[in-house]
């Protein structure tokens, strides 16, 4: 089993859409949890972190089920500046190092 | 203040022939990461630095890799007799400490794209 386990997509979108994206993890042992952000050759920025069940910023809302190893991601109302890659990342889960294991990402489209 | 930054931004090279990459982190950030990201892969951990030491090396894939950190800073990450399959980005990222709390986030650098002939 993978790490991290994506759906890579892509999934396309019209304008003001709400879509959602899945994530399975296979480390238990993981405390901390986030959603990068990767433009088309360009390096991962923080979307957002997920704190303890959950939480919300905005247009985004994220979910986290530690008993079934699974996090979420729903952006409500798409824009076109949504469109990109979407990485989903646990922290790595051993010896307090702080690496992160990156999903492959779930690419989003958004159209006019 | 300025952010991570990484040189040089592309990196073409032949065969066989030994690379360094470099990263600059954020001033004050302690701990230091270096990824690769192969085309249409997601990112692969290669090894961390906490101040000038790596307790952390179990991505580095072979032992044509290595890395370094100096003063706490700058990291070099060298790759010796270069092969087409380390054609990759390599990203370089710090963040304040090297645990990572809900809300110690990593902060990327734009990478080096690096491309064995």
């Known amino acids: 089993r993978k790490e991290v386990e994506q759906d890579p997509g892509p999934f396309n979108v019209p304008e003001g859409a709400t879509v959602a994206f899945n994530c399975t993890y296979s480390?238990?042992?993981?405390?901390?949890f986030f959603w990068y952000r990767q433009d088309c050759r360009k390096e991962p920025k923080l979307l957002m972190s997920v704190y303890s069940s959950g939480n919300e910023d905005g247009r985004f809302t994220a979910q986290l089920n530690r008993a079934s190893q699974y996090i979420s991601l729903l952006i409500r109302d798409s824009k076109l500046s949504d469109s990109a890659t979407y990485l989903c990342v646990p922290e790595g889960g051993s010896s307090n190092t702080g690496k992160l294991i990156f999903g492959q990402g779930t690419t989003l489209q958004v159209k006019p | 203040g300025a952010g991570v930054s990484q040189s040089p931004s592309n990196k073409v090279t032949e065969k066989g022939k030994d690379v360094e990459l470099r990263c600059d982190p954020i001033?004050?950030?302690?701990?230091l990461y270096w990824y690769r990201q192969s085309l249409g892969q997601g990112l692969e951990f290669l090894i961390y630095f906490q101040g000038n030491s790596a307790p952390d090396k179990s991505g580095l894939p072979s032992d044509r890799f290595s890395a370094e950190r100096t003063g706490g800073s700058v990291s070099t990450l060298t790759i010796q007799r270069t092969q087409q399959e380390d054609s990759a980005v390599y990203l370089c990222?710090?963040?304040?400490?090297?645990?990572?709390?809900?809300?110690?986030?990593?902060?990327f650098g734009a990478g080096t794209r690096l491309s064995v002939l």
């Open positions: 990222a710090s963040s304040p400490t090297g645990t990572t709390l809900a809300k110690n986030i990593q902060y």
């Open positions: 001033s004050g950030h302690t701990a």
């Open positions: 480390n238990s042992a993981s405390q901390s």
